[in-house]
């Protein structure tokens, strides 16, 4: 079965720098999808970016970036100029077949 | 346009009492998605449908889950008896593509159940 990891429960950044989340993920397909998404306190979760898995180019939107390493099996999210609004849970999710979710990671964002 | 809409909101009961969540996806969005969310972890699918019709249950413990979308549009999902572990946070999510993988899930508030 398909499983998704996130080894990081919780991490912090300053308001304005940079953070990594990182995730892999384990499949034998060739053809799926990846996804973050992101789940605010008021638990409403919502879509920050997503990756076809047949593109090499990394998909970016605004703040966010991904790194995709197939071979590795590697889907990291990258917050630029990180805001305190950016805080809140971040789940990797993988999508072929069926879909599944990491554990996700706890953002806090300081002042 | 309205997001997906859940209620209740928060539910809690007895343990081997019945139990059921509604659900209405955004206005013209053919797939519908429920999701079992344990404190602590990620959401796992428990259904999908597509229009009226089942797409996948595989991971619904269906001697206890039940889920129908009527019509195609609003959906229940019904636990009767439920148990201490199923307590947790149960997500609805629509989708405008037919069962396309890469549609973009739009998420409801959730439903919180706490079984005692």
């Known amino acids: 079965a398909q499983t998704v990891t996130q080894s990081q429960p919780e991490m912090s950044v300053q308001e304005a720098e940079t953070v990594t989340l990182s995730c892999t993920y384990d499949?034998?397909?060739?053809?799926?999808?990846l996804f973050w998404y992101k789940q605010p306190p008021s638990r409403q979760m919502i879509l920050v970016i997503r990756q076809e898995a047949y593109k090499q180019q990394n998909a970016t939107e605004n703040r966010f970036s991904v790194n995709f390493q197939k071979a590795a099996k590697s889907f990291s999210l990258k917050i630029s100029d990180s805001q305190l609004g950016d805080a809140a849970m971040y789940f990797c999710a993988y999508r072929s077949n069926d879909m599944r979710f990491g554990a996700g990671t706890r953002l806090t964002v300081k002042p | 346009e309205a997001g997906v809409a859940q209620s209740p909101r928060y539910k809690i009961i007895e343990k081997r009492q019945s139990v059921a969540f509604w659900c209405n996806p955004i206005s013209g969005h053919a797939t519908l998605y429920w999701y079992q969310q344990i404190l602590g972890q990620g959401p796992k699918l428990l259904i999908q449908?597509?229009?009226?019709?089942?797409?996948?249950d595989s991971q619904l413990p269906k001697d206890r889950f039940s889920a129908e979308r009527l019509k195609g549009v609003d959906s229940t999902l019904k636990i009767q008896p439920a148990k201490l572990e199923d307590s947790a946070v149960y997500l609805c999510?629509?989708?405008?593509?037919?069962?396309?993988?890469?549609?973009?899930?739009?998420f409801g508030p959730g439903t919180r159940l706490t079984v005692l």
């Open positions: 449908f597509q229009n009226n019709g089942v797409v996948d």
């Open positions: 499949t034998s397909e060739s053809d799926y999808y």
């Open positions: 999510a629509s989708s405008s593509t037919e069962a396309g993988r890469m549609d973009t899930q739009y």
